[in-house]
Structure formats: C-alpha cells, structure tokens
C-alpha cells in the first residue's frame, strides 16, 4: 500500500460529529427563524420538524455509504463503481457547484457580522483573508482544522443554547396563539425552507477516509448530530416567537430577528455574542466544505480524470496541491462574488440532485458491491434497504420541481451545465483508457488500498482477543 496516497485516520466520533454540526448550521440559524416566523407564525418550529423528518431518508442513506465504502470522495467513489464513471463524475459535478457558492457566502457572512465589533471594516479583503486562513489550516491537517472545528461548534452551541434558555425562561405563550394564524399553507411552504436548512450531511462522508472506525462512527455521527440539529433550530425557533414580549412574530421579520428578540431578554452586549456565534457558524461551515471539496479533487485525481499532482499528500496525510488550488478557486470566487453570486440559484437545484445520484446508486450497493456491503459495520436490510434510498428520491425531487417552478431560467441553466461537465469527463477519461487502463479500474485500486485502512468491528475483535493473547503469555 502506497502511504503516499492513503489519507491518515485522525477524525474520531466527537470530531466527526462537531464536524457535521458545523457544516450544516450556517448564520442563516440566527435570521432564517426569524424570517419564516414572520411568514409562516408561531407554528415556525413545527417547519423545522417537517424539515428534520424529511431529511432523514437521506441521512440513514448517507450512514450507510460511510460505512460500505470508508474512504475519502466515498460519495463519488460510491456512485462510480455502483453505476459508472460517468454517473460519479456527474455526482462531483453538481455537489462541487452546489458546494462552491457557499466559500464566498460564509466568507463575507463572517465578514460582515465581524464589522459589529469594526464598523469600518471592510467585508471583501477579510473575507478573502478567512477564504486563506481556512485553506492554510487544512493544508496543516485535518487534525489542526477539527481542533478549531471542535472549539467553534461548542460556541456556537453553547450561545444558542444560552438564548434559547434564557428565551423560553422569560417566554410569553400567548404568541402561540392562534398556532396558525394564517392556515396550515404558509407552514408546509416554510418546509421548503427549514429542508435546505438540514442539508449538508454528505459534505462529512466526503471524509471518510480520514474518520477512525467509520462503519461505526458514520451512523453514530449522523444520528446524533442530526438530533443535536434539530433541538437547536427548535429551541431558536420557539424561543425567538416566544421571548418577543408585547410584540407579534410577524415583527421579527426584521434584519436580524435573532438579534431583536435577544435585546427583549439580554443586556445590549448579547448583540454582539449572538454575532460572534455567527462568524463561528459561517467558519465551521467554510471549513467544512473547503475540506469536503479537496477531497472531491483528491479523489478525482486518483481517477487521473484531474492531474495526479492533486492527490499527493503532506506528512499530515492532507491532499495540499488540492487543497492550493482549491484556496485559490475560492478567492477568485470571494473576490468576483458580486459576479458569481447571480447563479447561486444553481445551488439548490444541484443540492438536490446529489441526493438523487448517491440514492440511486445506493440502490445498487448489494449487486455491485457485495464484499463491501456485507463487511460493512452498519447496513440496510430487506424493506428498510429500498425504503430510505426512494423516500430520498422521491423528497428530492418534489422539491426539485419546486424549485424549477420557483425559478425555471436558472433551473433550465443548471441542467445545460450538465452535459458540459459530462462532455470534460468523456474527453478524460478517453485520454486515461489510453493509457491501458479505466477510470474505474483505477478507483477500485484507491479503494481497496484505501479501505484497508478502515477498522471494522470484527476487526476491532481480533485485536482485543490478540492482546489478551499476549497478555496471557
């Protein structure tokens, strides 16, 4: 086994776990409840419950495929050998266009909500500064990047938790009174928006080869971080209805809701803590993706669909050239933003196809990849097999027709842009079978090196039973 290409195992359940909490809580916790409180009413916690619900299909789906396949881009790795390299390509294609467009939004979201504490700050070169900053501590290491990861999330955490507390200890339940004061309608439609709120899970599979004892800790992650998720969105939710005394939920449709309710309960310096969570929530989020994204390079480089040089790592098993030239996309991107940020529409019609491929794709675990699926610590079995991969499906696509019906110039746009990237795959890998090889043959040999690595739970068993063993002598 080349140690030159095999990612280090450094992210424990804890890390993992913060990891997933940070990249799927964004700044939009501290605005988006407010937003749809003035919308949808007092019933605003009942949408993210809706939304938690229904992002458990994918996020069983997305446990599943951390633990088959414990190898780093094991999204990409999983839709390319269970279909074809085509279909996997097509996966890295709409999840880096989903994913890309958030490195300038949370960089200059953190930018701006630093400029409470500096009004004259200027928001575009410290956004391209965190862009930089968070590239130079992946390069050192996914041990370095989870470490601030772990710090920030228990933050950001513990500032909700403070204003959720302190919300529902001064609360005024009157305001849940009527619950729907408007109907049932604007609460459904408000799902729409607490749904995206949950996405982001797969961004912490993309690691998984650099997680310890991944066929466990996938679903342990997911289940509690998803859990973690939802009682925060709720607790934000429902205090931010609650703590606005004298006053009706439709007020908190201010510019910053969270902020407003907060001076009803807190001195006016909380203003500023609640703006301090949510610079460590757009980080988290940054450096989730960031890592996410390298890794998609680094895995399509060990396709040789992207030049080998993207796969090599550092001493601290971290793919840099990527991770560089990543850095470098972003600022581009930071920089340019006012440019870019008009296609951002892309995102969600991409997010959603990327459930769509990896559920297909886990249909097919059981017949293309038998070995993996049967050595696999966490598995779908009978009824539940089929049932989370279609429940994913069949939720994204409702929302896909949505959002062409929202917005059907950029949805129309975004499928252009598929047949472009499928295009750059097929000249590709035309010029890796040239060579004597495939790109999917090459996966299976980054696979099975890489997978080597990962520690199952039988494996787990020989080793306890080899050192008493030992003892014994």
Known sequence: MSTHTVPKRTMGFVTATAMLIGTVIGASVFIVPGALAASAGPAVWLTYLIGAILILFAAVMFAQIGSVMPVTAANYRLTASTVNGTWGFLYIWV????????????????????????????????????????????????????????????????????????????????????????????VIA?????????????????????????????????????????????????AAVAAVALVQPSELGVEAPIVYAASMVFPDWFGGVVALGAVAACWTTLNAVMAALGRQLFGLSRSRILPQAL??????????????????????????????????????????????????????????????????????????????PIGAIVTSIFFLVLAIMDDPQMSLLSFILIPLGLGIYVWRA???????????????????????????????????????TEFRK
């Open 95 to 186: 999840f880096g266009i989903a994913n890309i467009f958030l490195v300038p939004i949370m960089a200059l979201t953190a930018a701006e909500y630093l400029g409470v504490f500096h009004p004259s700050l200027n928001s575009m070169p410290v956004a391209v500064g965190l862009v930089v900053i968070t590239g130079l501590v992946n390069i050192l290491g996914l041990r370095a990047a989870m470490s601030i990861q772990n710090i920030l999330v228990a933050v950001l955490i513990l500032i909700i938790a403070v204003f959720a507390t302190g919300g529902l200890a001064n609360a005024d339940w009157s305001h849940f009174t009527p619950m729907f004061p408007i109907g049932v309608g604007p």
């Open 311 to 388: 796969s090599k790592l550092n001493k601290a098993g971290t793919p840099y050239i990527a991770m560089v030239s990543l850095t470098l996309v972003g600022i581009l991107i930071t920089i340019f933003s006012e440019d870019v940020m008009k296609f951002v529409n892309l995102s969600g019609t991409y997010l959603l196809l990327t459930s769509i491929t990896i559920a297909v794709s886990s249909l097919r675990i059981q017949k293309t990849l038998p070995e993996m699926y049967n050595r696999a610590d966490f598995k779908l079995r009978g009824f539940w097999y089929y049932f989370w």
């Open 190 to 238: 408000a799902a729409v928006s607490t749904y995206y709120a949950f996405a982001g899970m797969n961004v912490v599979i993309e690691l998984s080869g650099e997680m310890k004892n991944p066929g466990r800790n996938a679903i342990r992650m997911i289940m509690v971080g998803l859990v973690t998720i939802t009682v925060l969105y709720l607790g934000v939710a429902v």
């Open 430 to 468: 035309s010029i890796v079978k040239r060579t004597g090889t495939s790109v999917e043959e090459l996966l299976k040999v980054a696979i099975s090196e890489e997978g080597a690595t990962a520690e199952t739970s039988e494996d787990a068993i020989v080793k306890v039973q080899l050192k008493e």
